[in-house]
């Protein structure tokens, strides 16, 4: 007995140690921890990202020679389509230079793309977090926007060397300015994440709505990003109003929340949009990591 005792005595004072090196260490010593934490499971969230690839490879690989050349004659219609989109696109494109031209516009801000995969989805926050398979190496940096086609995913909040961890729409970390569906003034109103349990739905609030804007009748009210702020570009969907909106205690503002416009947890792969130019909003992320 007095040796389990003195056992568990000892370890009590090596957690006590512990704790206080970890409240007293520089916040860099931290951050390398972290750092290193993150570069060390990197690999096993590569290969269970492969995994699953190469999983859905076989399983379609398996698949007979008269379902393949079903599928092959069906996405053979599809780029026949998309090509005649595409030339559509093109002469939009053109006459758009020409205006900017002429009325001598100022270009946005303007992004690279880079394609990612998803690696995994992190429950410890209730299904809020993705870890895509592409970090430092390939350009990603803190504060990108993530998107899948025209539609808001999340933004990039860590960067680690081949891995990025990326907050959700739904996240509680999430903030965005927004546009509603149906209002002529385009008054801004403000999207924020919500906490939810890991068997409900994930949503988003919008709030600051205000008191006189009515919803279009007969269909959800979208929900667009203003572009202010220089993370997200303008009038990017962000989902969709669930719903009415209601009043709130203090204010002459509504709120509503919001279904994110694309299935988040069944995402396999996002577009990370990296902005040229540095922006403030992702200087102040940078200084953040560094605190």
Known sequence: MDQNRQGARASYVALAIFVALWVLLPSAVRRL?????????????????KSRDMATFWEKKSRSTEEMAAAGRDLAR?????????????????????????????????YMSVVARVATRDS????????????????????????????????????????????????????CTAYLEGDEQNRIALVNGVAANSL?????????????????????????????????????????LDGGTYSTPVGNFKESLLIPSRDLYNLQEVSVLVPLHQNPGEALMQGDQFQ
Do not use: C
């Not at 005649?84 to 002429?102: F, G, S």
């Open 33 to 49: 921890n972290r750092e290193a934490f993150a570069e060390f499971q990197a690999p096993a969230l590569h290969l269970l990202g």
């Open 78 to 110: 599809i780029n026949a389509a998309l090509e005649i989109k595409l030339n559509a696109m093109d002469d939009v494109r053109r006459e758009n230079v020409r205006l900017r031209e002429i009325t001598r516009y100022v270009v946005p801000a303007e």
């Open 124 to 175: 410890s926050s209730w299904w809020q977090r993705i870890v895509i398979r592409k970090g430092r190496n390939d350009g990603i940096r803190p504060g990108a926007p993530v998107v899948f086609g025209n539609n808001v995913v999340g933004r990039v909040t860590a960067v680690h060397l081949t891995t990025s961890e990326v907050d959700l729409v739904t996240s509680p970390g999430f903030r």
């Open 200 to 240: 409900g739905t994930a949503k988003s609030r919008v709030s600051v709505i205000p008191h006189d804007y009515t919803p279009p009748a007969g269909q959800p009210a979208r929900v667009f990003t203003t572009g202010m702020g220089g993370v997200f570009p303008s009038r990017l969907l962000l989902g969709y």
